[in-house]
């Protein structure tokens, strides 16, 4: 199947090569920016789909089938003509911290289903780039994805405890407590 | 110590030096153990592209450091120390030394045998 990505929204455009990957037996699962960019539906724009390979072994298969697709190779991503978007495969596993990912959710489109991370686990993964680095940006897409999406605040307090985290934490559900009384 | 795991002497390096300086660029690397500067940019690249490193631009240079996110870190660091401790003693006291206050560019150097690197 010829892609056509100049009619595809960001989420088909993800289906598409998710489910690609998968006709060849590479299981890839959504995580990093991109999902922060389907859970806030929109309000943050991210041009990374990053999707982490769970196909121990598989890197030659991957190559093999974006060329087929019409990508090329540029560095560690892969472009294409007809899209703004860049495609990379992390290497695995699928973790966030310390912690590994264990639930997936499933988005279909006509193009196929995209694997991605729970937005519980897509707040997890925006707040590691806050606590990690200090990035004022990735708590604004915690905020954003915790606010649009039913979220499990305790589990993520428990992986910020366990991340040695429990201060920024704060910061984050103070702020997030403050958002949701405005909404 | 770790070649035959991590497939090569300098990998090993690159990381004994991280771990003991918590940064780096890759020409001071070279110069700390005395590489040839590209072969030390070849495994820091390497090492990046598997998300074991995160690299910073700084003007020209480009300074790395471990990445928290990395999901083996805290396994890759015992592994590391543990290899360290039976490092050659000259080899561990090396990579501990640690010089960092400021240092005016004309004073000369005071220390005998002090030939570490001693810039900022």
Sequence with gaps: ?183 | MLKVLLGSKDKELVLQYLLSKNEGYATKIARFFDLNPSQIKKQLNALEDGDVLVGFQIGKARLYKFNPRYYFLQELIQLLKKAKDAYPDDMKDKLSFNRTAPRKHDKPYILKGDDFETEL
């Design chain 1, 1 to 183: 199947m010829k892609p056509n990505f100049n009619q595809m929204n960001s989420v088909e455009i993800a289906s598409f090569i998710c489910q690609q990957l998968h006709d060849i037996d590479v299981k890839t699962t959504l995580s990093g920016g991109f999902c922060a960019e389907i859970y806030s539906f929109g309000e943050y724009t991210s041009m990374d789909i990053d999707l982490i390979d769970q196909s121990l072994f598989k890197n030659i298969e991957i190559i093999k089938k974006m060329l087929e697709l019409g990508f090329t190779k540029v560095g560690k991503h892969f472009a294409h003509p007809d899209m703004k978007y860049t495609v990379e495969f992390p290497s695995s596993p699928l973790a966030i911290g310390s912690e590994l990912v264990h639930e997936i959710s499933e988005i279909e489109t006509e193009y196929g289903v995209l694997r991605i991370i729970t937005p519980t686990d897509c707040v997890k993964d925006r707040l590691a780039g806050f606590y990690f680095w200090n990035d004022d940006r990735s708590l604004e897409q915690a905020l954003l994805v915790a606010i649009k999406n039913k979220i499990d605040m305790m589990n993520i307090q428990k992986w910020s405890i366990n991340e040695g985290e429990k201060e920024k934490f704060q910061i984050f559900n103070h702020d997030y407590n403050i958002r949701m009384k405005d909404k």
